[in-house]
């Protein structure tokens, strides 16, 4: 699959593909040397939901590459990591307060009904349903929304008989504890806008499990697969030092024809779908 961005996540500077093919030293034409290799890929991952951006190197000296990695469904707490500053909706009810002329109106998000996709390892598009507290029946809505980093922006729709077709706006900022705050704009046609504050409580929006990594060593087969291997890193108590082992084929015709596949030695390496991105590039 052919991958728009050239890009090296690396952890001093990025760097372009064609910088480094640029900085490769240059060598007689007569002289027998195997060509610099280069597989990369940006991919979300399915069953638990994934998404790993990475770039592995042959050729280019003590420079193999970089992993950078989420899990969207572990907690990065789980895993022994203070904070990744990557967050989640939590897969349960969500209270969800909005106020408006001082007065408080609680809401309730409801977790479970959510279906996340993950559009890059940072980035969450998530979508579900809720309603409010006091009149269920009468007012519950559809969410929409993105989590990018540690900023939410979401849409919610009443439908029912309570006020249907009013939005709200919202544009919040998650804390560290997963807490969530910001301000809405409510919106009806033929009223005013309305300006609202809601607020939702620590761990409504937890960490989850995300890291940098270098590849350590890296091997191609053939001119559409390659392995590589890289450590967790000291960040992740729980894990680090973790040896981890991935496989990858480009399949020519779109992600959907690439595979994944990754372990942990001495395990047999383990597929996993992939369900969106770019895919899978090997050169």
Do not use: C
């Not at 770039?55 to 907690?75: C, E, K, M, R, S």
């Not at 559809?142 to 989590?147: A, L």
């Not at 309305?194 to 940098?212: K, N």
């Not at 959907?256 to 990754?262: I, L, P, Q, S, V």
């Amino acid at each position: 699959m052919k991958f728009s961005r050239k890009m090296i996540y690396a952890a001093a500077a990025p760097l372009t593909l064609g910088g480094l093919l640029a900085t490769t030293v240059a060598t007689p034409a007569s002289a027998a040397v195997r060509p610099p290799r280069v597989a990369y890929g940006s991919m979300e991952l399915g069953s638990p939901l994934q998404y790993e951006t990475f770039l592995a190197l042959q050729g280019f000296g003590w420079h193999h590459g970089v992993v950078d990695y989420t899990n969207w469904q572990a907690l990065a707490s789980t895993y022994g990591e203070a904070n990744s500053g990557v967050y989640a909706p939590e897969a349960a009810p969500i209270a969800l307060t909005f106020t408006f002329g001082g007065s408080p109106y609680a809401h309730t998000l409801n977790g479970a009904s959510l279906q996340l996709t993950a559009l890059s390892n940072t980035h969450l598009k998530f979508t579900g349903s809720g309603s409010y507290n006091a009149d269920p029946a009468g007012y519950p809505w559809t969410i929409s929304g993105h989590v990018h980093g540690s900023k939410l922006t979401a849409t919610i729709v009443y439908g029912g008989t309570g006020n249907p077709g009013y939005k709200l706006l919202m544009t919040g900022t998650i804390a560290a504890d997963g807490s969530v705050s910001g301000t809405a704009a409510g919106l009806q046609a033929g009223q005013p806008d309305q300006a609202l504050t809601f607020a939702m409580p620590a761990g409504s929006f937890p960490a989850v499990l995300h890291y940098v990594a270098p590849i350590q060593s890296d091997r191609f087969h053939g001119r559409h697969g390659a392995t590589f291997t890289f450590t967790i890193p000291s960040k992740v108590a729980g894990l680090a030092g973790t040896k981890v082992v991935v496989k990858v084929h480009d399949g020519g015709w779109g992600a959907r024809h690439d595979t994944y596949a990754e372990g942990v030695p001495p395990a047999p390496l383990a597929p996993y779908t992939i369900i969106g991105g770019p895919g899978v590039t090997v050169r």
